[in-house]
């Protein structure tokens, strides 16, 4: 999907329909960030055995549409615009090895706007940028090249609707997450505009107990003042509610919170008037769902163990594993050398925030084992962590299998 914006860009401002992506940068992207040996296991049915492991990928894993666009949008820039500075405004994707990569061919993170002239390039990345951010990089003059995702876009134009028909949104969401933080600021970019964000369930019946009636506004006042809009008044504002998603929340949950507040619309105004009060719109994107999907049919599969590849900080990594942990041991990694050997692995456990180390992981015998990596995570690092399996379980690497070139 293109990356888009719902405005007419000034001059200034690229696009994907701007800045049309050469073929040879497409090829330099999968140069960098691809893997011959994940690919030779697509082409293999997602499956391979090794020894006394049985692999199974997931048939939908890895870099999505936005991510795709985003890194050939920056690689071109860098190609067409050579001569000048590039700048990153935060992080493209949730992954230190593609930052890593875009500060190795000279496109380094903003750090500030103080030394920006006209002459610098600015890439706004995938998540998307808060409005007043934007704003004031546009005043510097400098060149933009915008690679916010289409359906980041999608969920702006939600809430904005939502706001303009006098409806607070209710975002399900991690507060301080990029996209989230834009969409806030799109929310608050249309006069009136009220938000609240919920980051799951919990917080969502909390809210919805409030609505109904069963809890009192004051059990509250701290969750709206950190998580709602300035100045909201639960009283007033949440009269009438929509509800957008984060793009990369978990589908199933975003759906229970949806029934659940909608259910509380109708103790306290009845069902005639819900429709005139609630509404309700899917915004998770389509890569995030397939993604999801593709865990579930995984894990039909009946795996030992799965791996889970990506960013401890990509949301949607983050839920692949919460759906995975439910069903088997499941270890959320960064990359290859969290597989310190068959005994010790560092892992992120799902619904925790930091790093631990598990022995035992791997146990003896024949396996199976499910892989798969987040829409942020480049296929050469799961290549990689493949390899690293392989060689920790003892086993050997088949030759067809090349590690250089491609990457692994
Ligand atoms: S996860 Fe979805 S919304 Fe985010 S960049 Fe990828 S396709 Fe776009």
């Known amino acids: 999907m293109a990356s888009q914006v719902a405005v007419t860009l000034p001059e200034s401002v690229h696009t994907r329909s701007r800045l049309f992506v050469q073929s040879s940068t497409r090829q330099t992207v999968?140069?960098?960030?691809?893997?011959?040996?994940?690919?030779?296991?697509r082409q293999q049915d997602y499956t391979c055995r090794v020894g006394r492991?049985?692999?199974?990928?997931?048939?939908?894993?890895?870099?999505?549409?936005?991510?795709?666009?985003?890194l050939e949008l920056a690689y071109e820039a860098r190609r067409r615009f050579h001569d000048r500075k590039i700048y990153l405004a935060g992080e493209i994707i949730h992954n230190p090895m593609v930052n890593g990569q875009l500060a190795a061919v000279g496109i380094q993170p903003l750090d500030g706007l103080a030394h920006l002239t006209p002459q610098d390039v600015v890439i706004i990345?995938?998540?998307?940028?808060?409005?007043?951010?934007l704003s004031r990089l546009r005043q510097t003059g400098c060149t933009l090249i915008d690679t916010t995702c289409g359906s980041v876009v999608h969920v702006w134009k939600r809430v904005e609707r939502y706001a303009r028909d006098g409806f607070t949104t209710v975002i399900h969401g991690k507060y301080d997450h990029e996209e989230t933080a834009a969409t806030r600021s799109q929310v608050l970019a249309i006069p009136g505009g009220r938000y609240v964000v919920v980051r799951d369930l919990s917080e969502a019946e909390r809210l919805a107990d409030v609505i109904s009636g069963l809890q009192p506004v004051d059990m509250l006042h701290d969750f709206f003042a950190r998580f709602a809009s300035p100045g909201f008044d639960p009283r007033r504002?949440?009269?009438?509610?929509?509800?957008?998603?984060?793009?990369?929340?978990?589908?199933?949950?975003?759906?229970?919170?949806?029934?659940?507040?909608?259910?509380?619309?109708?103790?306290?105004?009845?069902?005639?008037?819900?429709p005139f009060r609630f509404?309700?719109?899917?915004t998770i994107c389509s890569a995030t769902q397939v993604r999801q999907d593709a865990v579930a049919q995984l894990l039909a599969y009946g795996p030992d163990l799965m791996l889970v590849v990506g960013g401890y900080n990509s949301s949607n990594t983050g839920h692949l594993c919460e759906m995975a942990a439910a069903v088997c041991p499941t270890y959320h990694i960064t990359g290859a050398d969290c597989l310190v050997s068959a005994e010790r692995i560092r892992h992120k456990p799902a619904f925790q925030t930091g790093e631990v180390e598990s022995h035992h992981w791997l146990p003896a015998g024949k396996l199976t084992i499910g892989l798969t990596s987040g829409a942020s995570t480049p296929d050469r690092i799961l290549g990689e962590v493949i390899v690293r399996l392989i060689d920790v379980a003892g086993e050997s690497l088949p030759p067809e299998w090349s590690v250089s070139g491609a990457g692994a």
């Open 30 to 41: 999968a140069h960098h960030f691809g893997s011959a040996i994940v690919e030779a296991i």
């Open 53 to 70: 492991l049985t692999l199974h990928l997931a048939r939908e894993f890895g870099f999505c549409y936005g991510v795709d666009d985003a």
């Open 125 to 133: 990345p995938a998540f998307g940028l808060p409005t007043p951010e």
């Open 237 to 274: 504002d949440l009269e009438k509610i929509g509800l957008a998603n984060q793009t990369t929340m978990l589908a199933s949950e975003s759906l229970a919170i949806a029934e659940r507040l909608r259910a509380a619309m109708t103790v306290r105004y009845g069902e005639d008037e819900v």
């Open 279 to 282: 509404r309700s719109f899917d």
